[in-house]
């Protein structure tokens, strides 16, 4: 069977940017902690909330990596100073990764009732008309 990519199709010029930003999307995880909701909250504009309950601020980090958005949480396990009779809530540590688009700009992240907001905005870029002019050759 042969693989379609985007090059194959001689009217899409310069998508292969496209065709690897999908397979990366396909390749990150699944995971499904910590579990978390995308809401758009303007015609330009997202919210990313994660449920981080038992995680404070300096147990996370926000970054964007190669248009990536990248959200970690680990947790100090201070279990060697305490003596548990059961541990049902897990110390654990996670990743999430997000693609962003072309234009996509990380706002502010705000932490609140355990949950972790993380506001996008989307740049639209204006509409260029370009005339070429055709010389003799």
Known sequence: MTKLTLGSY????GFEQLERLLERTAKSGNEGYPPFNIE???DHSYRITLA???FGEEDLSITVEDRQLVIRGRQRDDGHERVFLHRGIAARQFQRSFVLADGVEVGEAVMENGLLHVDLTMQRPETVVQT???RKG
Do not use: C, D, R
């Open 40 to 42: 758009q909250t303007s």
């Open 132 to 134: 070429i002019n055709i």
């Open 10 to 13: 001689p009217h899409m010029l």
């Open 52 to 54: 981080v309950a038992g």
